[in-house]
Structures are given as C-alpha cells and as structure tokens.
C-alpha cells in the first residue's frame, strides 16, 4: 500500500528507492500521486528519474516533475528546464516551469526570466515579473521590468505600475484616510454637480452612492444627445474619482431605459445606459468590483409584455424589466482591502460591523419607492444596505445627484455624514422641507447652501 508516510521513508533513504518506485508505476496517476507528495527534498535525494518524466506523455507527470525539479535549488538542471520550454505546448507544464525557475531565486537565472517576459502568455510574463522581483533594488532588473508598464495585458500593466510607479505618482492628500474636511460635513448644495466640485479638494469622500438621472426618459435633466449625456457622466465620474480616498467605493444605480416612439412609424430606442458607463468608469480608474442586480416586483413596473401575450410571435418578445443595476466599483489602488480597514480605530471597525441578516447574494428584492414630487428616488432599505456594507460610522458619503435627499438622511440615520450636490431648486427645496421632520436632536444640522455660499464655506 503506497501511502504518504511510506513516500517520506523512501525519500529518505537517498539511495534511489523513490525512483524505483516510480518506475515499477503502471498508470500516471500513482506517478502523479507519488510526486505530489514528495515533500521537501533532502540534499542526497537522487533526481535523475525527474528529468527523465519531463520527457512523459502525460502533461500532469510532466508538470509535477518540473515542480520537484524546482526544489533541488542548487542541484538543479535549469537547461532541461529551458528546452521543455521550448518544444512544450500544455500550458501548465509551460507556467510551472517558469515558476519554478523562478522560485530558485538564483540571480544566474534572470537572464532566462528576461527572456520568458516576450512570451504571448501574461500569466508566464506574470510569473517572470514575479520571479525577478524578488532581487530587489537590482538596475538591471527594473531595466527589464519598467518598459512593461505599456505591455498589452492588462494583469502585466498593473504589476508593473504597482511596482515602479504608484509611488511616483500619487498625490498625496493632506488628511488621514478616515478623515474629512469640516465644509463638506452634512451639506447638500444647490448647484450643478461640476461646479459644487470644483471646490472639493482631492481624497475627500469615503463612499460615493447615487442614481445619475436616466439620459432623457425623465423630466429633470435634458440632454441634446446621448453621446453629451454619456460624455456628461465621464467627466461627473472623473471628478468623484478625483475626491475619493484612496480604495474607496463608488456605487451607481442605473439601468438601461427606453425612450418612446416618435410615431407608429417608428421604433422605440432602448439605451444600455449600464454597458455604456462601463467603460467610461474603468477608463478612469475605476476598478469594477461587482453588479448587484435590484430586483423588484413585477407589478410594480411598467407592464411591457402585454403585446406579446396577445400575439405570441417571436421576435415581438419584450420582458417586464424588473431589475436595476447596482454598479460597484473601487478607485484603483495598489493597496489591499485590509490597508483600509486598518486605518480604522478598532472601536469603529467594531461598531461599524454589519449586523446579522445581510444580503448574502448579488440580487436584492427591494420594493421600489414612489414619491408625489420626485419620480425616481431610491428606497431607504437600498440606501441603507449600500451605505452599511461599504463605509464606517464617521465616514462621508457622497451623491452627486441628490434628488430628494435619501442618501442624505439614510447616512446620518447610519451616523455615517453627507455632502449631496442637487441642480434643481424644486427638489432641493423638497429635501430642506423634508429635513425640518427629522433629526431635530442629531448634534449636527445639515447645512443648504447656493453654490456662493458653498464657495464662501471652502475656502
Ligand atoms: C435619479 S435622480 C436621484 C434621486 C435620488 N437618488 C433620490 O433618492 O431622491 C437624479 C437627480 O439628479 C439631479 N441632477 C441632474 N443633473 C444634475 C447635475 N448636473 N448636478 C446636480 N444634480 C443633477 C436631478 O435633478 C435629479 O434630482
């Protein structure tokens, strides 16, 4: 019975017997079996069967014996290794191979690493970067590795500038992560979102929520075309980004929308206002973390179907539309999660924690909230979940788009604080009338200011 412990004695020995093993072997498998569990290896361990498996027809036995081979360090035959390499074609074997090269540490072996960063697989090149990174300080090295930042892929583009240029480039704020400035605290302003910004200075809001206005399918904002209204949000968006803390979320509520037919003649147009976002955001430093799907009753939305449920004929096909889309993005960031988490006092964090009963998928059956002034305002159970599950007591959380206020009034519920921005008078109004029921005990009162008094207060 062939059995880890029995593998270990035999790897021992130092006289071969793990050779004979595998050579009285039938099937791939107990080989496979026999070299995953092999362990370190001792310095008097006999190799040779090792590089007789590279020559194997299973991929799998190939790619455990280039592992092993990996851990003879100084014994081992890199260029048995290279010319695998070379005449391989499964991509495992390939990547292992230039792993366990890798993993040598052995400064005679970056002129081989240099060599895998031209091939066509990032995750070799990945491999490499990672292999060469570990001779730190080494000009030679960073020669090689700086002009990647203009590499195709993506993964290779992003280790690099982490590496070489994050530091370089970043501006540094003058607050700490979990603080913000004083005139940003409880404040909804009446202004054009682009303009109120103009006044907050960099990393200043920890969580961005909002449902930007959905192109021309309501009244309140008109666009001349979709393409303005797209171009509008791009640079809405590059201006959160700007005001963000490093690592910090952005959530966006929307959804595609349909605008009617000019006539019977025509057609309506649907606008994928989601997927056309997209990639506006990630263009600017958004890093797409997840879509929560808003999933709502069917009754509560604008019947679709009736059509088709008389006709039946394909292609007349149209479904309630009974989601949204909760776009959940981060500000890029070489950082991990856990570089924010620990900016936090552990009393916060600990406060902060969310309670039993959160949602623990990406689809969130809210009922849709409806408003006598205010057409398209957010639930307070959606506002709440969002603002719970990616910010801490303390935090501000901003939306560039106010409308009646509910992410305002959701926040400080949360004692989470609030700096909203809202263009139209009528519903800025709306939120101050709002606010006079609420919160008359809360230690700070919101402030509504016009975009002068807001100038006045920054600066
Ligand atoms: C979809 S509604 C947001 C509703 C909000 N989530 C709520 O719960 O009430 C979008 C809002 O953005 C406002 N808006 C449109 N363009 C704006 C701009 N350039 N600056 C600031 N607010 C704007 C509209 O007046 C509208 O109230």
């Not at 299973?58 to 592992?67: F, G, I, S, T």
């Not at 393409?227 to 690592?247: C, M, N, P, S, W």
């Not at 993005?329 to 936090?344: G, I």
Request: with cysteine.
């Amino acid at each position: 019975m062939m059995t880890k412990e029995y593998i270990t004695k035999l790897k021992h020995n130092g006289n071969g017997d793990i050779a004979n093993l595998v050579k009285t072997q039938r099937d791939a498998g107990s080989i496979n079996y026999i070299l995953e569990n092999l362990g370190q290896l001792p310095s008097n361990f006999q190799s040779d069967f090792l590089y007789k498996l590279l020559d194997h027809p299973h991929a799998q036995v190939r790619l455990n014996a280039v592992k092993n081979i990996g851990k003879l360090k100084e014994n081992s035959d890199v260029n048995a290794l290279l010319e695998l390499y070379n005449r391989e074609t499964d991509t495992g074997v390939r990547r292992e191979i230039v792993s366990a090269i890798g993993r040598q540490r052995k400064s005679t072996n970056k002129s081989l690493l240099y060599k895998f960063l031209s091939d066509t697989d990032p995750k070799i090149i990945c491999q490499a970067i990672r292999g060469l990174l570990v001779f730190e300080n080494d000009k030679d090295v960073e020669e090689h590795l700086r002009p990647l930042v203009n590499h195709e892929n993506e993964m290779v583009r992003t280790v690099i500038y982490k590496e070489y240029f994050a530091k370089e480039k970043k501006q540094k704020s003058n607050l700490p992560h979990i603080e913000t400035y004083e005139f940003l605290k409880n404040v909804v302003v009446n202004a054009d979102v682009l303009e109120a910004l103009k006044y907050v200075p960099n990393e200043s809001v920890h969580l961005t929520f909002t449902s930007p206005p959905y192109y021309n399918a309501r009244d309140y904002s008109i666009y001349p075309s979709y393409q303005a209204y797209l171009d509008f949000l791009d640079k809405v968006f590059q201006e959160t980004h700007r005001i963000t803390k490093e690592g910090r979320f952005l959530i966006v509520n929307t959804s595609p929308i349909i605008i009617p037919r000019v006539s019977r003649s025509h057609s309506s147009k649907r606008y994928g206002i989601p997927f056309d976002l997209h990639p506006y955001l990630v263009k600017n430093g958004w890093e797409f973390i997840d879509d929560i799907i808003w999933l709502k009753p069917e009754a509560s939305v604008k019947n679709r179907i009736g059509g088709f449920m008389q006709h039946r004929k394909p292609l007349g096909y149209k479904p309630n539309s009974v989601t949204e889309y909760l776009m959940v993005y981060r500000k890029s960031t070489e950082k991990l999660l856990d570089w924010n988490m620990r900016s936090y006092d552990p009393k916060i964090v600990e406060d902060s924690k969310v309670a039993d009963g959160y949602e623990t998928t990406n689809v969130w059956r809210i009922d849709p909230c409806f408003d006598k002034v205010h057409s398209a305002i957010f639930p307070v159970e959606l506002c709440k979940r969002v603002i719970q599950y990616y910010s801490y007591k303390g935090d501000l959380v901003f939306d560039p788009f106010g409308g009646s206020g509910t992410v305002g009034r959701t926040a400080k519920a949360l004692e989470r604080l609030f700096f909203l921005t809202e263009q139209e008078p009528k519903y800025f109004e709306y939120m101050q009338s709002k606010q006079k029921y609420q919160s008359i005990f809360k230690e700070r009162t919101t402030r509504f200011l016009t975009l002068e008094q807001f100038k006045e207060i920054a600066k």
